[in-house]
């Protein structure tokens, strides 16, 4: 039996692009642990962790031998891509993330899903685009950013000893964990 190529990574991509899912995919796979950063920044109430406490908190998760990191925080940019062995980049067109967002924004309200701490999201607040609660005003604010920005940090000289694997669709992924999955069994 062939094992995982990596015992530390991180998922990267635009809001709803999917990096819970895959992170969670792949510690459930390979015996990771599983860290999303977002469960580590929100407190109840929607209240952001104060950042010394977030750092301290993304700082003692990644401690550990084996994981795998969901989230995009450029606050502790600098614990978890030190340590991590692979960058996995989710790197889809905007409408295939603003689907996502749509299909996920809808089925966490109407099942009033509880996400980090007791916190769960409700519907309204995201068609009101003008508002910092909307996550469609977040993805028309960081889309393109993260975007631009990636390819830059990849190439950072302290980036370099990174693995980065980009996908440019899910199906992309898919492939890619099926090869993994299928590399256990030989």
């Known amino acids: 039996m062939k094992s995982f190529p990596y015992k530390r990574l991180v998922v990267v991509g635009s809001t709803s692009s999917g990096k819970s899912t895959l992170a969670g995919r792949l510690a459930d796979q390979f015996a990771l642990d599983f860290i ?4 580590l920044h929100w407190e109840p109430n ?4 104060p950042a010394e406490v977030f750092r301290a908190r993304v700082d003692a998760a990644t401690r550990a031998e084996r994981w795998v990191v969901a989230g995009n ?3 502790v940019r600098d614990i978890v891509w030190s340590r991590a062995e692979a960058v996995l980049w989710l790197d889809y067109s905007f409408w295939r ?3 996502q967002l749509t299909i996920r924004t809808f089925r966490r309200g109407i099942l009033r899903e509880e996400l980090w701490n007791g916190n769960r999201e409700r519907i309204w607040w995201h068609f009101k685009f003008w508002s910092d609660e909307s996550l469609y005003r977040w993805l028309f604010k960081t ?6 920005d990636y390819p830059q940090l990849f190439a950072d000289a302290q980036y370099a000893p990174l693995t980065v694997v980009r996908f440019g669709s899910p ?12 590399g256990q069994n030989n």
């Open 171 to 182: 199906r992309e992924a898919d492939e890619w964990l099926a090869g993994l999955q299928a």
């Open 36 to 39: 999303e950063l977002d469960a």
């Open 97 to 99: 993330v603003f689907w």
């Open 73 to 75: 925080y450029q606050s």
């Open 46 to 49: 929607w209240h952001e962790a």
């Open 143 to 148: 889309y393109w950013k993260i975007k631009n």
